[in-house]
């Protein structure tokens, strides 16, 4: 081969290296530029979301954190989607129970602008009477103070004493050139393995509570009967059953064997109700049982007992059957409303779950769970739920 033949082979060949570099820089710099623009966006969503959350929770609460992880994120053409997981962190502007707007609408009902839990039993059930002189017997004066002390002894632990709640939230947004266009941004909020607009877990405004809480009370001072239903278990208390559900729980990243359900078995007490392969999805009933038994419910042996009530349609772990135990043969169970159910109450999805209510401030309405495994999860108001309480 010639000398200048060699030459210019030469030439084409680092021509050829020099394109390929410039090439494999300009497919580089793409990528690089893909990825910075996916992290720009996720950080907008973020941002947006806090600001959501700030926007509107903090008529009725100082928002001290809110915590944004984005878990999943899709680009396609001129739109993004994803998953976002929220922590709040947040706590009640009301300095005392008596300033919740709920709490006010019920004292309204009975003529009264406080209420002093402090005061003997007698006391509070002359001061009713004294306010509602010739339209209330003593038998429906004793209801009221019953209620009343039992709605303040949940509501005062939450003021003035910040406390977490969790949410997953689907988004999904629409790309102008390079940047979101902020006014697309649409929010779903996760209930039970659907989304919902996520409007439907914004707080409601002061007069709805207010006239919320009317209507609770109107509606207890017609029910028929004594103050005190003999079905009801009288011991239960509502408190450490919620305690023992919040204790018992996690928001779980991981999923069961079968890849199934989000599950965290070292989450869960192991030590006194040990972990099955049964269990493995479905346990949302061994769950509650355990909550409800932790609050009082004594084990019924061959009846509720966990494991061992085939011929009881397996009440502790089956959600029709802990329905048909609680509710029709033991009457532990009352049906309530998504406004007044408070902590220690039950949802039921016919048929299918079951979950803890362990928190009702009036303003957000919380549960934890199994199957999936959730802590301290608001929900919104669902027709199709089913809300009980173990307290008149």
């Known amino acids: ?13 680092w021509l050829l290296a020099v394109a390929v570099i410039i090439y494999s820089i300009g497919i580089k710099s793409n990528v690089v530029k893909a990825v910075d623009n996916d992290l720009k966006y996720q950080g907008e969503i973020t941002n947006f979301i806090k600001q959501w959350i700030v926007n509107n929770w903090s008529y009725y609460y100082h928002v001290n954190n809110v915590d944004v992880e984005i878990a999943d994120f899709k680009k396609s053409g001129d739109k993004v989607e994803g998953i976002a997981k929220v922590c709040v962190t947040k706590v009640l502007k009301a300095q005392k ?8 609408g019920m004292l309204r009902k009975i003529n009264m602008a406080d209420y002093d839990v402090q005061l003997q039993k007698e006391y509070k059930i002359n001061k009713v009477l004294s306010a509602n002189s010739g339209v209330l ?26 406390d977490e709640s969790y949410m997953i939230l689907k988004f999904e947004a629409e790309l102008r050139g390079s940047n979101i266009e902020e006014n697309a941004i649409k929010l779903y909020a996760e ?3 659907t989304f919902v607009p996520a409007e439907e877990l914004i707080p409601k405004s002061p007069a709805e509570y207010e006239n919320a809480g009317y209507k609770e009370m109107e509606s207890k ?41 989000l599950q965290d078995i070292a989450k869960w007490n192991n030590a006194k109700w040990p972990y099955y392969d049964c269990f493995c999805h479905n346990d949302c009933a061994d769950y509650v049982s355990q909550a409800l038994n932790a609050g009082g419910i004594p084990v019924d042996p061959g009846k509720w007992e966990r494991l061992k009530d085939s ?13 048909n135990y609680m ?3 033991k009457g532990y169970w009352k049906r309530s409303t998504w406004e007044s159910a408070a902590a220690g109450g039950v949802i039921v999805i016919p048929d299918s779950h079951v979950m803890m209510i362990v928190k009702n401030d009036t303003i957000e309405r919380l549960f934890s769970a199994h199957t999936n495994d959730r802590l301290k999860y608001p929900y919104g108001k669902n027709t199709t739920w089913e809300y009980y309480v173990l307290w008149e």
């Open 1 to 13: 081969m010639s000398t200048v033949r060699k030459s210019l082979v030469k030439h084409i060949v």
């Open 97 to 104: 129970v008596g300033e919740l707007p709920y709490i006010k």
């Open 137 to 162: 017997t003593k038998e429906k004066a004793q209801r009221v103070v019953k209620m009343l002390d039992d709605r303040y002894s949940e509501l005062k632990e939450y003021i003035g004493v910040p």
């Open 191 to 193: 209930q039970m393995n």
């Open 221 to 261: 001072l017609i029910e028929e009967g004594t103050f005190a239903v003999a079905a009801l278990y009288p011991y239960y208390d509502r408190l450490k059953a919620r305690d023992y559900a919040n204790t018992w729980t996690s928001n779980a990243t991981t999923y069961c064997p079968h890849n199934i359900a």
């Open 311 to 323: 011929s009881n349609n397996w009440a502790w772990t089956y959600v029709p059957g802990l329905k």
């Open 327 to 329: 509710l029709n043969q």
